[in-house]
């Protein structure tokens, strides 16, 4: 079975600062894996996802992550942050099965990013 | 806004009612999900149906059911409230392939008073 491991439950930053959230993950198969955020009182949306090809996965928002398959890690990167980028943002992944019609997608826990001035 | 959307935004309810939440998924999306959100337990997934069908099972309580139209919406009904039902249900589409993205609703915050 799958899992998500976000290693920081919590990341407070200063604006304009650098700020990694970690992510981990477990699969006995290929996998896809995505980061969505959540905005206060919000769905969640997706920044960005791997599917193959390119280790490093650009998104929105100017946030970036690279898939390490020997880590089998998915971190979050973002060079420069801004006040509103505080948010929650969750890993997560599904099993990779070429396409059809029922998956799941698994969530880690979340990380809460806190911007602050 | 994702296409998504799920009603009522508010649901206030007492132990032991009933409640029905409604989702209509993204124009296209065949594939609805129902997730939990709680403080304790993060993201759960409950269940998904795909074109009228379930398709999997999650976490998710035999006091709980859910069903999808021939016109793709979708509902959860949760049963015999519990405090601990007390959660953020969120609605997502998806044209449910494994590597699709999925497109979440605002949710429905469910009190249990």
């Known amino acids: 079975a799958q899992s998500v491991t976000q290693l920081d439950s919590q990341v407070p930053v200063f604006e304009e600062a650098p700020v990694e959230l970690r992510c981990n993950y477990s699969?006995?198969?290929?996998?896809?894996l995505f980061w969505y955020v959540q905005y206060p009182n919000q769905g969640l949306q997706l920044l960005l996802k791997y599917l193959s090809g390119s280790t490093l996965v650009k998104g929105i928002n100017g946030f970036e992550a690279e898939f390490n398959k020997s880590q089998t890690s998915f971190h979050l990167r973002k060079p420069s942050v801004h006040i509103s980028d505080t948010a929650e943002y969750f890993c997560a992944v599904s099993e990779g099965r070429g396409g059809g019609s029922n998956y799941k997608l698994t969530f880690g826990k979340g990380t809460l990013l806190t911007v602050n001035p | 806004d994702s296409g998504v959307t799920q009603t009522p935004k508010h649901l206030i309810t007492a132990t032991g009612q009933r409640v029905t939440l409604r989702c209509s998924p993204r124009?296209?999306?065949?594939?609805v999900y129902w997730y939990q959100q709680s403080l304790d337990q993060g993201l759960q997934f409950l269940i998904q149906?795909?074109?009228?069908?379930?398709?999997a099972k999650g976490n998710i309580l035999e006091r709980f059911s859910a069903q999808q139209f021939p016109d793709l919406h979708s509902e959860l009904n949760l049963s015999s409230l519990e405090l601990g039902d007390s959660a953020l249900y969120f609605c997502?589409?998806?044209?449910?392939?494994?590597?699709?993205?999925?497109?979440f609703g605002n949710g429905t915050r469910l009190t249990v008073t």
């Open positions: 699969s006995s198969v290929s996998v896809y």
């Open positions: 124009s296209g999306d065949l594939s």
């Open positions: 149906y795909y074109n009228g069908e379930e398709r």
């Open positions: 997502a589409s998806s044209v449910a392939s494994s590597n699709s993205p999925l497109h």
